[in-house]
C-alpha cells in the first residue's frame, strides 16, 4: 500500500506544500556544503596566522620540555605544568574551532534560508515503532544519502593516503631537523594536504547542494487526490464560499439602504422596482444611483425614503431603465441623463411649491426614456 501510495506522487510539491513542510522543519541542508565551509576558512586562517601560530607551538614545546629537579621530584609539580599548558593550547585552538563552527551554521543558513520552528521537537511517538524505522533504513533517499557518505570517505581515505605516500620522505625528514624549521616544514605539507581534501570537499559540495534539494522535493511529491484536497481546502468548500457571498451581499444591501436618506429622490415602478439617485452639483457631473432594489428590497427603499421625507416619484420606464443599466455608486447612463434631468427638475419645483416660493407644478410629464433601455420593451419585442 505504501508502494502505491508513492507510485501515485507524480505530482511536483505546490508551494503551499513546501511553505508547510518548512514550518515542521524540512529544509534542504547540506553537510557537505557545512564541511567544505569550515575546512576552507580554518585553512585560509591557519595560512593567515601561519607564523604566529607557529611561533606559539615553539614556545609551548620549548616551556613543556623544560624540566628541573623541582618538577621532576613532585608529581604535583608535573600535573600542575600538564594542566596549565594544556589550557594555554586550548586557548590557541578554540577560537579556530569556533570560527569554523560559525562558519558551517553560516554555510547551513545559506543553503536552506533560516527556518526557526519547534515542530521538529514535538514528539513524534510513529518514529518509535521499529517497522517503519526500519523501513526508513532501507529507502531510497537514506540509501542514497549511505552511499554518498562512503563514497566520500573514500574519496577523502584515497586522496590522503596518496598524498601521504608521495610525502612518505618529507614527513620522515623532519625528525632530523631543529624544532621549528621542523615546524615551518611540516605546516607547509599539511596545508598541501589541506589542500586537497578541501578541493575534494568543494566538488561534492557542489553535487550535494543540488541533490538534496532534489530529494527534498521528491519528498514533496503529490498525489492526484492530495492535489485536490488541497485545492478545494484552498479554495474553500462551496457551502463556505455560498455563506460568505451571502453575507457580502447583506453587507452591500446594508450599506446601501444606508445612502438611501441622503438621496434626492427614488423613482418608483411603482411596486416592482425603486431606483434612489443623488446629485451634488458641486462635485458630481452627473446624479449617481445610490440604491436600487426590486420587490422587497425596492419595498424597503421606498419606506425609507418616505420616513426621511425624500421624494418618491412613479415614473415606470424610467425606473425599469435605471434598475436594469444604472450600477450602485456610478453615473446614471448617459442615454438618461435627459429624462432624469426632467424628473430633478420636476422635484425642484415641487420643493420650492412646498416652501412657498412657487405654484404647485402640474403632473410629471412624459419622459424621454429610449425604447430599448426599457426592459419590458425588450420583453415584448422578444
Keep these: 500500500m505504501a508502494d502505491e501510495g508513492a507510485q501515485d506522487r507524480q505530482l511536483p510539491a505546490s508551494e503551499r506544500k ?45 616551556h613543556g620540555l623544560r624540566f628541573d629537579a623541582h618538577a621532576l621530584s613532585s608529581p604535583q609539580v608535573m600535573l600542575e605544568r600538564l594542566y596549565g599548558l594544556g589550557l594555554q593550547f586550548l586557548l590557541l585552538v578554540l577560537p579556530l574551532g569556533l570560527v569554523m563552527a560559525l562558519v558551517a551554521v553560516a554555510a547551513a543558513l545559506g543553503g536552506g534560508g533560516w527556518n526557526f520552528t519547534t515542530k521538529a521537537l514535538q514528539p513524534n511517538f510513529t518514529r518509535l515503532n521499529p517497522l517503519t524505522g526500519v523501513a526508513r533504513l532501507f529507502s531510497k533517499d537514506q ?39 621542523a615546524l615551518a616544514e611540516g605546516g607547509a605539507r599539511i596545508y598541501g594536504g589541506l589542500a586537497l581534501l578541501v578541493g575534494v570537499l568543494a566538488l561534492f559540495a557542489l553535487v550535494d547542494v543540488p541533490l538534496q534539494r532534489f530529494l527534498l522535493l521528491k519528498r514533496l511529491r503529490m498525489s492526484h487526490q492530495e492535489f485536490k484536497q488541497e485545492h478545494k481546502e484552498a479554495e474553500g468548500s462551496p457551502e463556505v464560499k455560498g455563506r460568505i457571498r451571502q453575507r457580502m451581499r447583506e453587507a452591500s444591501r446594508r450599506r446601501m439602504l444606508a445612502a438611501v436618506p441622503k438621496a434626492d429622490l427614488v423613482v418608483t415602478n411603482p411596486t416592482h422596482y425603486a431606483v434612489a439617485l443623488h446629485y451634488d452639483e458641486a462635485t458630481m457631473a452627473a446624479p449617481r444611483v445610490v440604491a436600487k432594489g426590486a420587490d422587497l428590497v425596492a419595498q424597503r427603499i421606498r419606506d425609507l425614503a418616505r420616513e426621511h421625507k425624500v421624494p418618491v416619484l412613479e415614473a415606470p420606464p424610467l425606473a425599469r431603465a435605471l434598475y436594469a443599466h444604472g450600477e450602485l455608486e456610478r453615473e446614471i447612463p ?35 426614456v429610449p425604447a430599448d433601455m426599457d426592459p419590458q420593451n425588450k420583453a415584448g419585442q422578444g
Design 334 to 368: 448617459s442615454a438618461l441623463f435627459a429624462a432624469v434631468a426632467q424628473v430633478l427638475a420636476y422635484v425642484w419645483q415641487l420643493k420650492a411649491a412646498m416652501a412657498g416660493r412657487g405654484a404647485m407644478p402640474g403632473a410629471l410629464p412624459a419622459l424621454p
Design 143 to 181: 540509501l542514497v544519502q549511505t552511499l554518498k557518505a562512503c563514497l566520500l570517505a573514500l574519496v577523502l581515505g584515497l586522496v590522503g593516503a596518496l598524498y601521504l605516500r608521495a610525502h612518505l620522505q618529507d614527513f620522515t625528514a623532519l625528525l632530523t631537523q631543529a624544532l621549528p624549521q
Design 18 to 62: 513546501i511553505r508547510k513542510a518548512r514550518e515542521e522543519g524540512q529544509v534542504a541542508r547540506s553537510r557537505d556544503l557545512g564541511h567544505f565551509a569550515a575546512l576552507a576558512v580554518g585553512g585560509a586562517l591557519l595560512v593567515a596566522f601561519a607564523p604566529l601560530l607557529v611561533e606559539r607551538l615553539r614556545q609551548l614545546l620549548t
